[in-house]
């Protein structure tokens, strides 16, 4: 699309965009991208994926960036690549090898079994190179100033650990896996575990992120796509209705919420959002006793 053409187009409507982002790309990365593809400043994202990952981004345009915080992203699913046969520094292939050894022959029932340890409820080790902060600074900038990175295990949830297909190499076995997880869970640090294990290291070669939350690949649009055709994978309307539990109000009490006023609850537990007669999104909500008071009015009044 042209520049002229950019130009010359309506506003962006609020609403989602499901990226399939390809490999060698931050997160930050597509955000920049869309903001110029979609000519808008008011871009965000949901969650991160390394640059060596592909696969589901949720971002946010115009005024559904705020809904970004309120999404459930507590569950995520992948298809993996677990190479056995190196420890890396980043426990995965972009790192340096910390140590080798000859598993070219390593049992599959081994591997199985100790892919079963790995699933259910764990006390997982970030990798070095994780985001979560330690005294303020994010694990991948102290790794990455030669600092050393001492991080504590702390609870996830491996819902499925699959072995879809194993095969041998030259000292070494790779694995085609699919993870179904907790948000927190660093499929490298299954890798990495899975490889200390067995005796033998492992690393993370490969990652494709299908789903998040509710989020997966069917509505993704890669970025080439997107430049052809910009435009949304929902407007904000339908993306209230796939990510939260829905109810619908009569005028009267949407009217109130587009003020931020509170309603009668719905009975409902968590956050979920409200339609008024038309159809449209009004606002999420929290129910706190009898009253439902507005987290987040998505068309407020004026």
């Known amino acids: 699309m042209s520049e002229r053409s950019r130009r010359n187009r309506p506003p962006v409507p609020p609403g989602l965009l ?113 985001a979560v902060k330690v005294n303020g600074r994010r694990a991948y900038e102290i790794a990455r100033s030669g600092e050393q990175v001492e991080l504590a295990a702390r609870p996830v949830t491996v819902s499925r650990f699959d072995v879809l297909a194993l095969r041998r190499a030259e000292a070494a076995t790779e694995l085609d896996v699919l993870v179904e997880c907790s948000s927190g869970t660093y499929v490298r640090a299954l890798a990495r575990d899975l490889g200390a294990g067995l005796g033998v290291g492992g690393h993370l070669a490969a990652l494709r992120r299908t789903r998040v939350g509710p989020f997966g690949l069917a509505t993704a649009r890669t970025l080439d796509a997107l430049e052809e055709e910009p435009g949304l994978s929902m407007d904000l309307d339908r993306a209230v209705e796939a990510a939260f539990r829905r109810t619908d109000v009569d005028t009267a009490a949407a009217r109130a919420l587009a003020h931020g006023q509170a309603v009668p609850a719905a009975g409902l537990k968590g956050t979920y959002g409200v339609f008024d007669p038309d159809g449209r999104a009004i606002a999420l909500v929290r129910d706190q006793g009898p009253r439902a008071k507005p987290v987040l009015v998505l068309a407020p009044a004026g």
């Open 18 to 130: 499901v990226v399939d982002k390809p490999a060698g790309m931050t997160s930050h990365d597509v955000v920049a991208r869309v903001r110029r593809i979609m000519g808008t400043r008011k871009v965000g994202h949901a969650g991160t994926l390394d640059p060596m990952a592909t696969g589901v981004l949720v971002l946010g345009l115009e005024r559904a960036t705020k809904l970004l915080g309120h999404l459930a992203m507590d569950t995520k699913a992948y298809l993996a690549t677990i190479r056995l046969g190196a420890a890396t520094t980043t426990d995965d292939a972009e790192g340096e090898v910390l140590s080798e050894a000859d598993a070219s022959e390593v049992a599959e029932d081994a591997v199985r079994a100790g892919v079963a340890e790995l699933t259910g409820e764990l006390q997982q080790v970030p990798s070095s190179v994780s």
